[in-house]
């Protein structure tokens, strides 16, 4: 027997033995790796997590009693949470603090294995500024959702055990034995986009990034160097709160001079001002394997806004393995990843390198599959002034969303050239230049989408009083790109908030309300085989109360019975829990807008925008759809390709071959956009222009 075989026979011994000494009155003291010491040990990682689990959840069992939980206000991923353990012979206990996750907030499960056999993770990608932009405030709201969890005096529609997070979060260890929740996360950005945070995160302090002493090298060096970033004043308190005495009970034990506490008015001021980097206004943990700097780009989306300035910056300098080997680390702890959703800028630089990367995805990962949002910022629609920029850009776009669609299961593209005129900003006003006022929208909207991912699928006895409607990313991929049509390109429309659902005649329709945020769709066209993904949460009912899943059931079935235009079919997931509103959010509200997100009869007086301090949650709906609604996007990008770089004489004949694509290439790329032109439309005359 060789010896990999001996150690992995060995390990699935110690783990039958853990099994069995799990249902005994005693906790069994089993020595295992570290999460985070990845060699020599990688086959064994996934043994070493699940025995951790195992212990962690026969200890509360034993104990018969809910861990006890402090809370920090603004950072709420991390509380303290104090256990109680048990030795093989003895009927005391002795306590020790250890940072657990906010998950762990409840007696557990009383089968050890049940939760963790369905545990179905998902690894999250964003590649680029604005896709950042975007993460930050997703990260936001899940690290919201676990604080107002774990909050004793929250909103119970926020503790419900029908939405994992475990989906989205890992848990590791630092060196120092601190157990830790992060997100489970790969953000690709310019050098210096985190501004005063440390690519290493917050929570691994292995050490000081200062250069090393010894020198081997003697040639010539070129220094690049900046000056460190200020915090602002919401990144200050989230640091003083972390050198305070933690909350017990509610209640600060430590001593503050009122005087020099900062104020939250202040930080949402501060906030609204204006945000220069994405983790301005992040208030989440992350991972040190998480942030990744593209080496050599150094912060300046101007000058990184096409496809050809960041063709080769992936396969640069071995900068694509260590992407990839930081991928591994994620995908090898997961027990049984469900899918990628990776978010990716679509309008500049960093479109070639979202595709390199997705290309080496589906080579090493070719079974699980990818959810794309491809996302535009407030930027990319620029007014352009000249007939090149006009060529430039639209064959950066023809090209980027050809690439980037030949490596994923389904593609959403998403942003609007304004979003402020548009319908989705019906209760908003959006600033359309500002970058932290249009993310948050899309954030939204892509939070709403992900939550049938992490709803616990029903069983025999499933409590669906909170939640229905669970799916997988390859379920809905199957949904929505698999069926018949075979169209791979879906459309993201929102609510924002949702209406209410009180049965009255003058009140508005949800279907009605819910309008795109992917650009250049066709409305009000009537698709006989459309196919679509609806979620609603925190949906408002009578009495301004949160309706319950029945009600928004019966309620949706009721509009679409008497809709004009109805899809073939409509998969609904419905959650009680809305969406909560965090103190960095921007102040994008309307004064028709409640504190939780009910629409008013009139304006509220005195502001125009209100933010987080005035909304604390509103009810969400979010769509994902497969419908020839999206015809004239993929139209305009077919035919700008042929006119702009197939034709004999295009203007953009020589521009593409600046960017590394020959004559065949590019025919290859018009027969992609063709073929999803087909798969819309079989009869559409610009897909049989080249036949």
């Known amino acids: 027997m060789k010896i990999s075989e001996l150690m992995l026979f060995m390990m699935w011994a110690l783990l039958v033995v853990v099994r069995l000494y799990s249902s005994m009155e005693a906790v069994c003291e089993v020595q295992v790796l570290s999460l985070e010491d990845r060699a020599p040990w990688l086959s064994l990682k996934k043994e070493s997590i699940k025995l951790k689990k195992i212990i962690l959840q026969n200890t509360c069992t034993i104990l018969n009693t809910p861990p006890k939980i402090s809370l920090v206000s603004k950072r709420t991923a991390f509380p303290f949470v104090t256990f109680a353990f048990l030795t093989n012979s003895t009927a005391s206990a002795t306590e020790s603090t250890k940072r657990f996750p906010t998950s762990f907030r409840s007696p557990l499960p009383q089968n050890p294995s049940s939760p963790w056999t369905t545990m179905r993770e998902i690894v ?12 930050s405030h997703f990260w936001n709201f899940q690290d919201e959702m676990l604080g107002l969890a774990a909050d004793p005096y929250g909103d119970p529609l926020f503790k419900t055990d029908g939405l994992n997070m475990d989906v989205l979060y890992r848990t590791g260890e630092t060196q120092q034995g601190t157990l830790t929740y992060t997100p489970r996360l790969l953000s690709i950005d310019f050098q210096g986009s985190l501004g005063p945070m440390s690519s290493r995160g917050t929570l691994y302090n292995e050490g000081s990034n200062a250069p090393s002493e010894v020198v ?16 602002n004043l919401f990144l200050q308190s989230l640091y003083q709160e972390e050198q305070d005495v933690p909350l017990v009970n509610g209640i600060n034990g430590g001593k503050k001079d009122l005087q020099n506490e900062i104020q939250d008015t202040d930080i949402v001021k501060c906030l609204d001002r204006g945000v220069q980097f994405w983790t301005d206004f992040s208030k989440v943990h992350y991972h040190p394997q998480s942030l990744y700097e593209v080496n050599g780009l150094w912060m300046d989306a101007q000058e990184f806004d096409n496809y050809g300035i960041g063709r080769d910056v992936f396969t640069e300098n071995l900068q694509g393995e260590e992407v990839c080997e930081r991928l591994r680390f994620f995908v090898e702890e997961c027990d049984h990843i469900q899918g990628f959703k990776f978010i990716a800028d679509d309008s500049g630089g960093f479109s070639p390198i979202a595709a390199d990367f997705l290309e080496n995805i589906a080579d090493e990962y070719s079974n699980t599959p990818v959810l794309l949002y491809a996302v535009r910022g407030p930027g990319s629609h620029m007014n352009l002034r000249s007939r090149k920029q006009t060529v430039v850009r639209d064959l950066h776009d ?20 304004f979003l402020s005129m548009s319908k989705a900003s019906t209760y908003l006003n959006i600033e359309d230049e500002n970058p932290y006022h249009c993310s948050a929208v899309y954030a939204a909207a892509l939070h709403s989408a992900s939550l049938p991912f992490r709803m616990e699928a029903p069983g025999p006895s499933a409590d669906s009083s909170d939640t229905v409607g669970a ?4 379920g809905i991929v199957q949904m929505l790109a698999g069926q018949s049509r075979q169209n791979m390109v879906a459309i993201l429309d929102i609510a924002m908030p949702a209406p209410g659902m009180t049965g009255r005649q003058d009140e508005k329709s949800l279907l009605g309300n819910l309008h795109p945020l992917t650009p250049e769709v066709a409305e009000d066209m009537d698709d006989l085989q459309a196919v679509e993904s609806m979620t609603v949460h925190g949906a408002i009912g009578s009495e301004d109360h949160r309706a319950s899943v029945s009600e928004v059931k019966n309620a949706i079935n009721a509009e679409y019975e008497h809709a004009i235009i109805r899809p073939m079919f409509c998969h609904l997931s419905v959650a009680r829990c809305p969406l909560p509103i965090p103190l960095p959010f921007p102040s994008i509200f309307g004064n028709l807008v409640g504190q939780h997100g009910e629409l008013l009869g009139s304006p509220i007086l005195g502001s125009s925008s209100r933010g987080s301090l005035d909304v604390h949650s509103i009810p969400m709906a979010a ?5 020839c609604a999206i015809l004239p996007f993929l139209e305009n ?10 034709e004999r004489g295009s203007l953009g004949t020589e521009l593409l071959r600046s960017w590394g694509f020959g004559r065949d ?18 009869h559409s005359e610009i897909s049989s222009d080249s036949d």
């Open 124 to 135: 999250t990608i964003q590649v680029g500024s604005f896709a950042n932009f975007i993460g």
């Open 216 to 231: 081997t090298w003697e040639g010539n060096v070129s220094t690049h160097a900046s000056e460190p970033q200020k915090k």
């Open 398 to 417: 023809a090209v980027s969303f050809s690439r980037l669609s030949s490596f994923c299961k389904m593609i959403v593209p998403v942003g609007l050239p």
């Open 471 to 474: 799916l997988d990313v390859n």
């Open 623 to 627: 769509r994902l759809r497969s419908s």
């Open 637 to 646: 990008r077919l035919a700008n390709l042929r006119k702009f770089g197939i």
């Open 665 to 682: 290439e590019v025919e290859d790329i018009g027969e992609t956009l063709s073929k999803m032109v087909k798969a819309v439309n079989p």
